[in-house]
């Protein structure tokens, strides 16, 4: 890959300075063209910057997971730790401060990445449009790995800043439990819940998160600004959160629970975290948000979506026959997926 990129800017190098050799009386300008001077020159300054470009997109789905996460799982530490009077005298946040920065984070999560790989941050996200948007399939599994790494590297900085906090809660720095600060990286489900209910919970706020994304991404259903789309999903994700949010902390997000479920596991909290509600983490926190986002985007764009990119709106047989008697330009060739009378 590199190799290729490197073949081909020096093409393009070369095609310049052919061009600016014409308008110039040098004979030797290829050789003493000063790079640094000259911006249309080059894309790859360096071997760094040829690198880049190759990872750039699972770079920046790394680094805007990463960013939400330090958002999200810094804000439950900070609240849920400082009720304890030994950590903080009076505590430092709310309910409410808790919804401020998950919304917080996804958006400044997708201001970081989305210019660059469209700004998932969500494997639901990233496998619903793949589904329904054309999304290239073989970047699926880069993009899920890329998001996974950062939910847990996101995890490990917010574990760091609290860890003294965390010892004092837990009674120890060699004590780890759920319910003391594991439950403030990865999600839970309230008690009184069935499996069912946790289940539905994940899927409906799911299903609205992502009807959420698709909804301000419509060009023809009066999208924000390009640049406003991450303040349009802050309002998506406050309102999920202060209307959803109680039942199992909305995760929504397949990463944003394993990642840091992950740290925790490795962290000293144990096969708990996995084995809790015979593999929660499975059921609830990946299959929720992963089926609930394909019924909401299905809805999306059965009732709503207008755009040729989606599987509901592919022409059927009548149409393409149609289409094929009436254009000009199509009469004498079969129908697509017809090869032979």
């Known amino acids: 890959m590199s190799e290729n990129l490197e073949k081909s800017e020096e ?19 290829v050789d003493t063209v000063n790079l640094s001077d000259c911006d249309h020159c080059t894309r790859f300054p360096n071997r760094w ?6 990872i750039r997109e699972p770079a920046a789905e790394f680094l805007g997971t990463m960013i939400f996460v330090i958002f999200g799982t810094g804000v439950n530490c900070q609240v849920f730790l400082s009720i304890d009077p030994n950590v903080e005298a009076v505590p430092r946040g709310t309910f409410l401060s808790l919804n401020l920065a998950w919304a917080a984070g996804v ?6 990445s989305g210019g660059i790989s469209g700004g998932h941050i969500n494997p639901a996200v990233t496998f619903s449009l793949a589904v329904f948007r054309g999304f290239p399939w073989k970047k699926v599994p880069i993009y899920v790995l890329a998001q996974l790494l950062g939910a847990f590297c996101g995890a490990g900085i917010v574990y760091a800043n609290y860890f003294h906090a965390i010892d004092i809660v837990e009674g120890g720095p060699s004590i780890r439990t759920i319910n003391g600060s594991g439950d403030l990286f990865a999600t839970y489900a309230a008690s009184f819940l069935t499996p069912i209910s946790c289940f539905f919970s994940e899927f409906l706020g799911s299903a609205i998160l992502i009807i959420g994304v698709l909804c301000v991404t419509d060009k023809n259903n009066g ?10 999903l802050f309002i998506v994700v406050l309102g999920i959160g202060a209307s959803l949010g109680m039942n199992t902390s909305y995760s929504l997000n397949p990463a944003r629970d394993l990642g840091p479920r992950l740290f925790t596991a490795a962290a000293g909290y144990g096969r708990a975290v996995f084995t809790y509600r015979n593999q929660y983490w ?10 609930g986002m394909l019924f909401g985007a299905f809805t999306y764009d059965t009732l709503v979506f207008e755009g040729s990119e989606s599987i509901i709106n592919k022409p059927d047989t009548r149409t393409r026959e149609h289409h094929l008697h009436t254009c000009p330009g199509q009469r004498g060739k079969l129908p697509a997926g017809i090869e032979s009378a």
Do not use: H, M, N
Request: charged share 20%; proline share 10%.
């Open 223 to 232: 999208p924000p600004p390009q640049g406003l789309v991450p303040l349009a």
């Open 107 to 112: 958006a400044l999560g997708v201001w970081v």
């Open 11 to 29: 093409i393009r190098i070369e095609s310049v300075c052919r061009r600016s050799k014409r308008d110039t009386s040098s004979t030797s300008f």
């Open 282 to 291: 499975l059921w609830c926190t990946i299959l929720g948000p992963v089926t």
């Open 49 to 54: 910057s040829r690198l880049r470009y190759v």
